[in-house]
């Protein structure tokens, strides 16, 4: 049974940075795609950032709205995922997820929340 288990959100001003993390257990983390989403108030869930493949070399896909502010990495050997935000904005404010799936992500799927199997509760992070 694999469980994602995020943490770091909390509440911060514009242009400030806050780096979330992401917990796996129960499964072999480096079989799994991993990735971070969001979703706001009123809004649809969005993919922010990914590691689309499975491997050493993952392709890593990124939101046009965060890209050069945002950085994902992972540390593959505690099994653990981070989603480094800097340069805040009040438009970042929403619960950030992270997701887990088996199946390589295309362009076309990796920022789309159906592909994506297994999800955390969520963090909430507030910009203001």
């Known amino acids: 049974h694999v469980q994602l288990v995020e943490s770091g959100g909390g509440s911060v001003q514009a242009g400030e940075s806050l780096t979330l993390s992401c917990v796996v257990s129960?499964?072999?983390?480096?079989?799994?795609?991993m990735g971070w989403f969001r979703q706001a108030p009123g809004k649809e869930r969005e993919g922010v950032a990914v590691f689309a493949s499975i491997g050493h070399d993952s392709t890593i896909r990124y939101a046009d709205s965060v890209k050069g502010r945002f950085n994902v990495s992972r540390d593959s050997a505690e099994g653990t995922m981070y989603l480094h935000m800097t340069d805040l904005e009040p438009e970042d404010s929403a619960m950030y997820y992270c997701?887990?799936?088996?199946?390589?992500?295309?362009?076309?799927?990796?920022?789309?929340?159906?592909?994506?199997?297994?999800w955390g509760q969520g963090t909430q992070v507030t910009v203001s």
């Open positions: 997701a887990g799936d088996p199946r390589r992500k295309t362009d076309e799927s990796w920022h789309d929340g159906f592909w994506w199997m297994f």
């Open positions: 129960g499964a072999k983390y480096r079989s799994y795609c």
